[in-house]
């Protein structure tokens, strides 16, 4: 919205007489003002007076920094005194009082007037940007109350994981011994849906997430959620990309799941490792390949737990658009590509 008056607008202007400039700047319709050396204005158009609803000699010198807004005013003054001093260019926004008493804000751009290379002073116009400046007001109000609504959502949602993490724990102490291993895996999973919306809640951009920083978070927390020590998740592969958070909470689950699979199928004593993949390559689609498996000697779990897992994985893709196909082993590895419209990829 700034009106750049080039260096050459500028010389022309003040090789103009006196004469010819006020009926050059009255002619303009912005607010025009043209000061000297010291910074004291020897000139202001008729589009300013009729704003400020001020008579010419009221705004000659440093009157006009009456109508300054009071918390502008040192600001202000301080801008145009640096720049007067450099003899360079400057735009500044302040409030200025209205023939009806109304603050307005205003942009102010200047420019240094030169004749035969010597400085002469500065000519400057002003555009009234309230409009902007309440859109903008708004804009930042708007967005505190939407961080605060999803804080609020986030502590709601957490607080009621923990209840049924103790509801279940509960259950299951009581359940039958044949049951309990499933009450277990149960709560771990709730565990981990509770860690999932941890990690996006503080992701640094929640509209937008980076998908190889989010993984790389939620790895680490899955691998001490549960059979600390023993699991290791790695996340590798080339370029990352921005995922919108439908996308971010159900790849979250689909790795805390191939999580809980592993270790459900597996006793105590056996490390489970897995491996992310991300093909993120710019100009094509988002795929993720997933690996589980356990170490050596990897014995089979005595839990009895049903396996559920390649039900709820294709229910979690299914949210978020995600084509799924294996398994997750070596042989038949977990292969999700991601929906072109909603990630942005760079390599």
Not at 224 to 239: D, H
Request: hydrophobic share 40%; glycine share 10%; charged share 20%.
């Amino acid at each position: 919205m700034a009106a750049d008056t080039p260096s050459t607008e500028a010389a022309s202007v003040s090789g103009m007489g006196c004469g010819e400039f006020r009926r050059f700047a009255d002619f303009v319709p912005l607010m025009m003002w043209r000061a000297d050396t010291q910074g004291a204005a020897v000139h202001h158009n008729e589009t300013w007076l009729a704003f400020t609803g001020r008579s010419p000699e009221e705004e000659s010198g440093h009157g006009w920094r009456r109508g300054l807004h009071p918390d502008d005013l040192e600001r202000h003054a301080a801008i145009v005194a640096k720049a007067f001093e450099a003899q360079e260019p400057f735009t500044s926004e302040f409030r200025l009082r209205r023939h009806d008493g109304a603050y307005r804000w205003l942009l102010d751009t200047a420019k240094p007037l030169r004749e035969n290379g010597d400085f002469v002073g500065f000519l400057g116009t002003c555009f009234d940007i309230t409009d902007r400046k309440h859109a903008e007001e708004h804009s930042e109000r708007a967005l505190v109350e939407k961080e605060a609504l999803l804080a609020e959502v986030y502590h709601r949602v957490r607080n009621n994981l923990q209840v049924m993490v103790s509801l279940i724990g509960l259950y299951g102490r009581a359940a039958p011994a044949p049951c309990r291993g499933s009450f277990e895996a149960l709560g771990q999973r709730v565990r981990a849906i509770a860690l999932v919306q941890q990690h996006l809640h503080e992701a640094p951009h929640i509209a937008s997430i980076d998908l190889r920083d989010y993984l790389h978070r939620l790895a680490s927390g899955l691998g001490q959620l549960r059979r600390a020590g023993r699991i290791g998740v790695a996340v590798g592969g080339l370029g990352t990309s921005l995922v919108e958070p439908r996308t971010a909470n159900a790849l979250g689950m689909i790795v805390a799941e191939v999580v809980s699979e592993c270790l459900d199928t597996t006793a105590e004593t056996v490390a489970c490792a897995i491996d992310i993949q991300i093909d993120a390559q710019a100009g094509g689609p988002v795929r993720l390949t997933i690996v589980s498996g356990a170490g050596e000697g990897g014995a089979p779990s005595k839990l009895e737990v049903p396996n559920l897992g390649p039900r709820l994985i294709a229910a979690y893709a299914s949210q978020a658009e995600i084509a799924v196909r294996g398994v997750g082993t070596m042989d038949q590895p977990l292969e999700l590509q991601l929906p072109e419209v909603l990630v942005q990829s760079s390599a």
